[in-house]
């Protein structure tokens, strides 16, 4: 169990230019989520998956964001003409529900975001 | 409109005593709670969980209480260790209903001395 992957670690951007970051999730994880992080505050939801499907989007996540994950694998988030409000820490976490309803999100590392 | 609220930024414990972190919670829909820990340039990492369907969970030196009436819980620390020094979640989801994505607190930075 290789854990939770997440490339870049660090991303600095100009305003205005387009990134992409990418999370691997846990091979048996169905489940991938995306949270952003602040200073200051806790990770906030942005959208998840189940296998290839996009299941739920927070309002925090603006027509300029767009997630997929294509195979049920690997996601990337891509954030489109980056806006100095968009640094924050970009965390991926992934789960497998099992019997019961409850269970455990398992998180990566992060991709920290500079927008100068 | 914070749903799940850490009211204590930070905490110091000396090492071999007790470290008790708080949350509350407003949200009725939320049946399941978790503890998260939190080095500095990390993600987060799991700790303990409780469903609502119990009051206590514990796990080695972590213990987390459920008062759902009160709409609180703590997690207990015991003994504190000086590794435990890091910031703290709370995090809570309402999986019953198929809301699965977590909804965490603000954080607390528990700093345990020597």
């Known amino acids: 169990d290789t854990g939770v992957s997440q490339d870049p670690r660090h991303k600095i951007t100009k305003r205005g230019q387009n990134v992409t970051f990418r999370c691997d999730p846990i091979s048996e994880h169905n489940r991938l989520y995306w949270y952003r992080q602040t200073l200051g505050q806790g990770p906030e939801f942005l959208t998840y998956f189940q296998n290839e499907a996009q299941l739920e989007k927070s309002r925090l996540l603006s027509d300029r964001f767009s997630a997929e994950r294509p195979k049920g694998s690997f996601s990337t988030l891509e954030i489109q003409r980056t806006e100095q409000g968009d640094s924050a820490m970009y965390l991926c976490?992934?789960?497998?529900?099992?019997?019961?309803?409850?269970?455990?999100?398992?998180f990566g590392p992060g991709t920290r975001l500079t927008v100068t | 409109d914070q749903q799940v609220k850490q009211n204590s930024p930070s905490l110091s414990v000396q090492e071999g005593r007790i470290s008790i972190l708080n949350c509350d919670y407003t949200n009725s829909m939320f049946d399941y709670f978790l503890w998260y820990k939190k080095y500095p340039a990390e993600g987060p990492t799991f700790l303990i969980s409780?469903?609502?369907?119990?009051d206590k969970n514990e796990d080695g030196r972590f213990t987390v209480f459920l008062n759902k009436s009160a709409k609180h819980l703590s997690l207990h620390i015991v003994p504190s260790q000086p590794g435990d020094s890091a910031v703290y979640f709370c995090a809570a989801s309402a999986s019953r209903s198929g809301n699965t994505p977590l909804v965490f607190g603000k954080g607390t930075r528990l700093s345990v001395i020597a």
């Open positions: 976490a992934s789960s497998f529900p099992k019997s019961g309803m409850n269970y455990e999100q398992y």
């Open positions: 409780i469903s609502s369907i119990k």
